[in-house]
């Protein structure tokens, strides 16, 4: 008792010399002394001192195994963490582990690779051994995707052919020719949530700022939605075909509703004039502006002669065309020549003006002079060969 009394003393004067601090009873997390019981009454311990310790199950000392000792120094005791976890080799589900140890330690960490489509949580990709086991659990879990098929563009599409997106992947879409997105562009792009696409893109019809002619507006817009009105007026001294100084136009799904141009009333042309067996294409009008062109066309059978497109100019159409008549050919006219078609492939009983038909004089019958076998139509006419009997 005597010199356990005179060291607790020595260990006092020290202290309070400043020399050293002696350490206390040692807490081991996850582990606890030797004879406990036994040392207890040694502590405060001095500098120097050393004891052993263990380890509970499922922890290790630094050197790997289960039981070593911790030594008192001047910054306490050593070492400041007696017991690690050991973790030991993990299954990874839908993954696997890059490299291969039989067992880990506190705060050593392992590399993870994930399986197409998966991931470990936080988009991390290493596992760490920590005092509660794998932080985080050695589990890659299906990354949240976004279906190409989950999305409709009406008038637009998107401009990556991926049918899958991830989570948090951003993508552009592109509207077609004349529509724009509801801000005005002509793309925009939308977000793989976890809740699925950011939004539903939408691609509206559009008309860009027209061409003026000889007119202006107050509307400075650069481009309009489908149903938008656009007010124009008339120069001094012009008006539009509908005879007035102003007028309005309509952004519709073909485009503008109509051309905002002005004219000088006396250079325009009223409806473009009407030819035998054929007719314009597009709806007559009851006036057309300067410069404006329709086109014909003929009915069956009949043949287009001149320009198939007029103009007006000065007031005035250029000059219209002419549906030519065709030639028919009947049985009475070959039984009355004595003629019939000369190739069998070819046998064609209307035929348009301009077209040469080719015929042959019937067995037992001879061309009469100064005549061809082969005749021109010519508007619905046509000089048919005579064959005689031959002698």
């Not at 289960?66 to 976890?85: F, K, N, S």
């Not at 529509?179 to 562009?185: L, R």
Request: charged letters at 20%; hydrophobic letters at 25%; glycine letters at 8%.
């Amino acid at each position: 008792m005597l010199l356990l009394a005179n060291v607790f003393l020595s260990l006092w004067l020290s202290t309070a010399k400043g020399e050293v601090k002696p350490c206390d009873f040692p807490h081991i997390k996850n582990g606890g002394l030797y004879h406990e019981g036994k040392y207890r009454a040694y502590f405060p311990a001095s500098v120097g001192k050393q004891f052993s310790y263990y380890c509970k199950r499922g922890f290790v000392i630094h050197s790997g195994t289960h039981w070593g000792y911790i030594r008192c120094t001047t910054q306490g005791w050593e070492p400041a963490v007696p017991c690690l976890r050991q973790c030991s080799f993990p299954y990874v589900d839908h993954g696997v582990l890059l490299e291969r140890k039989a067992s880990y330690v506190q705060d050593q960490s392992a590399k993870v690779k994930c399986y197409s489509g998966y991931r470990l949580p936080n988009g991390q990709d290493t596992i760490t051994c920590t005092e509660n086991g794998w932080s985080p659990q050695p589990k890659c879990i299906r990354v949240k995707t976004c279906l190409k098929s989950d999305i409709e563009i009406e008038n637009g599409s998107l401009s990556e052919s991926d049918l899958t997106y991830a989570l948090n992947k951003t993508t552009q879409y592109r509207c077609k020719e004349g529509y724009v997105t509801p801000n005005g562009e002509t793309s925009g792009t939308i977000t793989c949530l976890q809740s699925g696409w950011s939004s539903q893109p939408s691609c509206i019809k559009s008309c860009d700022r027209p061409v003026f002619e000889n007119a202006g507006t107050e509307n400075n817009r650069t481009w309009f939605k489908l149903n938008d009105k656009l007010d124009y007026e008339c120069h001094v001294g012009y008006e539009s075909i509908h005879k007035d100084t102003k007028g309005s136009i309509t952004c519709n799904y073909d485009g503008w509703s109509d051309i905002p141009s002005c004219y000088d009333s006396t250079k325009t042309c009223g409806p473009p004039p009407p030819i035998d067996n054929g007719d314009i294409t597009s709806f007559p009008l009851p006036v057309y502006a300067p410069l404006s062109s329709v086109e014909y066309q003929c009915q069956s059978l009949y043949r287009l002669q001149g320009n198939k497109k007029i103009t007006c100019r000065n007031g005035e159409w250029s000059e219209k065309p002419k549906c030519l008549h065709p030639c028919i050919v009947s049985e009475g006219i070959l039984e009355t020549h004595n003629i019939i078609f000369r190739w069998r492939e070819k046998q064609k009983r209307y035929y348009e003006s301009g077209e040469m038909q080719e015929f042959r004089c019937k067995n037992g019958y001879h061309l009469a002079a100064s005549q061809t076998l082969n005749p021109v139509c010519n508007d619905g006419h046509i000089v048919y060969p005579t064959c005689t009997k031959s002698h």
